[in-house]
């Protein structure tokens, strides 16, 4: 996909609205995805996002009449809204971490949620967070990934909630869905869909590879320099990240503890 994102129609089941939260994190703003069985009366609200009025009042037109909220994972521009959402439409929510659910059902990997014939299948996918989670809707061939695959740029595995290793396991949980082409498309929690799932995720997966071996290039670069450990971080994100925008060097650190944290437990 070309051009600005702006959210839309996607298959006969997906409806993109994009919340009005865009920065240098968010990139356009949160994805809000409304889902529903062609001819059905219930929809399915994933991530409400940031606590937005106005942003509320769309997702709440484009939704109807909602069955469950469901969310991908904790951080706040994803969840904030969703117990006010809830709230407002007269559902529940559903999330892998209790204190953010509505209701007594949670949610987990393995775990399939049926609206009105509608079928949305959970899949574990820790790593950026601990409660991450993504979702296959199997009428589609479509994955929805939250933060754990954008629709542009690389994810943060957000330390020491996030973990390196869970991360590169849920990648290769999702490539598997690809590689059986039951997912064929990405319908990310940020940035615009992604219509080849299985070439993202063979660059996720070999972005992190690379990251990796660069985070162990740096060490032994700064081997010699007796750099404290409490400095070791962001030092290594000053070699690894150069090239990158310093504005974005506190979200690199967080990948790189989460890279030394993996490194040190092999």
């Known amino acids: 996909m070309t051009g600005a994102w702006s959210g839309g129609t996607f298959g006969e089941r997906g409806t993109c609205v994009l919340a009005p939260n865009a920065d240098i994190m968010t990139l356009d703003g949160t994805n809000t995805w409304v889902l529903r069985e062609p001819g059905a009366r219930r929809s399915v609200v994933i991530d409400p996002g940031p606590s937005i009025l106005e942003h509320l009042d769309a997702v709440a037109e484009a939704a109807g009449e909602v069955g469950v909220v469901l969310l991908t994972h904790h951080h706040?521009?994803?969840?904030e809204a969703a117990r006010e959402f809830a709230d407002r439409v007269g559902c529940g929510v559903r999330a892998l971490d209790p204190a953010y659910r509505l209701g007594s059902e949670g949610l987990g990997g393995g775990d399939v949620v049926e609206v009105d014939g509608l079928e949305v299948h959970v899949v574990a996918t820790p790593g950026h967070t601990a409660d991450s989670l993504s979702f296959l809707l199997p009428g589609e061939g479509a994955l929805l990934t939250g933060d754990t695959v954008l629709g542009r740029g690389t994810t943060v595995v957000a330390h020491p909630d996030g973990?390196?290793?869970?991360?590169?396991?849920?990648?290769?949980?999702?490539?598997a869905l690809a590689e059986t082409h039951e997912a064929r498309t990405i319908w990310p929690g940020h940035g615009p869909v992604i219509?080849?799932?299985?070439?993202?995720?063979?660059?996720?997966?070999?972005h992190r590879r690379e990251r990796l071996a660069q985070v162990e290039a740096a060490l032994e670069q700064l081997a010699g320099a007796e750099v404290p450990a409490?400095?070791?971080?962001?030092r290594v994100v000053e070699v690894v990240y150069a090239d990158v925008d310093p504005v974005l060097w506190g979200a690199a650190e967080l990948s790189v503890r989460a890279q030394?944290?993996?490194l040190h437990a092999r």
């Open 260 to 262: 030394l944290a993996h």
């Open 163 to 175: 973990q390196l290793g869970a991360y590169l396991d849920s990648l290769d949980r999702l490539h």
């Open 195 to 206: 219509d080849d799932a299985l070439g993202a995720l063979d660059f996720y997966i070999a």
């Open 76 to 79: 706040l521009d994803h969840s």
């Open 230 to 234: 409490e400095e070791l971080p962001r």
